[in-house]
């Protein structure tokens, strides 16, 4: 099949293959949605030119298309009273505990038709696609009723279907306590299990599920009972762990075989240990990290050392986290949380990928592996960290 050739520096991200997976002048050969060869530009086979059409791109670089693997891009409303509250002296823990907090987009989330909430997260996700974001994971975790939770999920696959990205749904009934359930935490997440999962799942609408463990939200023993159903459905779990305190939130999502075990902030170093040997990534959110003011960063150190794969996105929520930004989400994990650039970038490709169960399919340029992926301007792939947001890609290639 004569498929189509691009000429360019590639940053493959692939391992083993130096800083970047860099292949300067290299060649990237896609036919029939997947690509067919990466290498150098001169050892192209003769073969492969024949009949495809070649584009040159100079001294652009291309990289795997960008994945944002922690998003709750759908909702209603936003919370600009709240931050403001926050900068005035509350924390996000005295906000959530006084009903402002998650309960208040729970609220409004409730409110909105599928339509509307359709239209304010495709203004988000404008943005994120103009940045070559190719893959999105979108949490439910609003609506925390059985016909709210599947609402937002099938404005999610519809955000996919109607923009050409990947959407990765998650279900995340168990991200607060609804108003229904005060006091009741267990009887909600007996509703999560009995009800909404087995829901969600006869509609197809659920790719992972993950839960809010924290002292504000769900205990460790409510989180496991949650992370059981899923196991028992075939689904892989993910765990908002250890954010605003250590609660053991690492080593939970680790025995569960997590695919990823998101925030960290407070992640002790058994946790650590504990997410080396079940393969669990950990996804730096620095964006959620500024926005509350919270003062420890991750253990990038501690993961590094330990070989756990590190992601990056932006947990794009209107509470802790109002970015749409992944290439400032990029900036920051190096800046606040001394993420090399190289690593930052693997943590919105190839490890992102790993986060969502999509290794093997996205999240680099290797042969057999989807034809996503983006040009940009600039003259090192660390530009993409270097630069606070605002890099625009020339070409962007999408499933
Ligand atoms: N951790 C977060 O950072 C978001 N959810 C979570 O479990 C915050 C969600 C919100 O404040 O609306
Ligand atoms: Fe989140």
Redesign the pocket.
């Given at each position: 099949m004569a498929g189509t050739i691009f000429l360019a520096n590639l940053a493959t991200m692939q391992p083993g293959l130096g800083a970047y997976g860099a292949i300067p002048r290299g060649a990237l050969a896609i036919a029939g949605g997947r690509i067919t060869w990466v290498g150098q530009a001169a050892a192209l086979p003769p073969a492969l030119r024949a009949g495809a059409a070649i584009h040159d791109l100079g001294e652009a670089w291309i990289t795997p298309g960008l994945i944002d693997c922690h998003t709750?891009l759908v909702f209603a409303g936003e919370?600009s009273a709240e931050y403001e509250a926050r900068l005035g002296g509350i924390s996000y823990e005295e906000a959530a505990r006084a009903g402002r907090?998650?309960l208040s987009?729970v609220s409004a989330t409730r409110a909105a038709d599928e339509a509307a909430l359709l239209a304010s997260a495709e203004s988000r996700l404008a943005r994120l696609l103009a940045e070559g974001v190719t893959t999105v994971e979108i949490k439910s975790?609003y609506g925390l009723t059985l016909p709210d939770e599947l609402k937002m999920l099938r404005v999610a696959r519809a955000l996919g279907k109607r923009h050409g990205v990947r959407v990765r749904t998650t279900l995340l009934a168990a991200?607060a306590v609804p108003p229904e359930f005060a006091g009741r935490a267990d009887a909600y997440v007996d509703h999560i299990t009995a009800d909404i999962l087995p829901a969600a799942l006869a509609e197809g609408l659920v790719d992972a599920v993950d839960a809010?463990a924290?002292a504000i939200?769900f205990s460790p023993s409510q989180t496991a009972r949650v992370f059981a159903a899923a196991a028992a459905a075939g689904l892989r779990v993910k765990l908002?762990a250890d954010?605003l305190s250590d609660g053991g939130g690492a080593a939970l999502a680790a025995s569960h075989r997590a695919l990823s075990a998101d925030?960290l902030e407070y992640a002790s170093a058994a946790g650590i240990t504990a997410m080396a040997r079940a393969g669990t990534v950990a996804v730096m959110?620095p964006g959620?990290f500024a926005t509350v003011g919270a003062d420890q960063p991750p253990p990038v150190a501690g993961f590094r050392a330990a070989g756990v794969a590190m992601a990056v996105a932006t947990?794009c929520?209107?509470?802790?986290?109002p970015m749409c930004s992944l290439l400032l989400a990029v900036n920051l994990a190096c800046s606040l949380f001394r993420m090399t650039p190289e690593e930052a970038l693997a943590g919105v490709t190839r490890n992102a990928a790993k986060a969502l169960g999509l290794d093997g399919e996205t999240g680099m340029l290797a042969p057999g592996l989807a034809a996503e992926f983006a040009a940009w301007p600039v003259g090192h792939p660390r530009e993409l960290a270097y630069w606070m947001g605002g890099v625009s890609p020339l070409i962007i290639n999408r499933k």
């Open positions: 709750h919370r907090g998650i987009t975790g991200h809010f924290e939200a908002h954010q925030h959110l959620a947990d929520n209107p509470g802790s986290s």
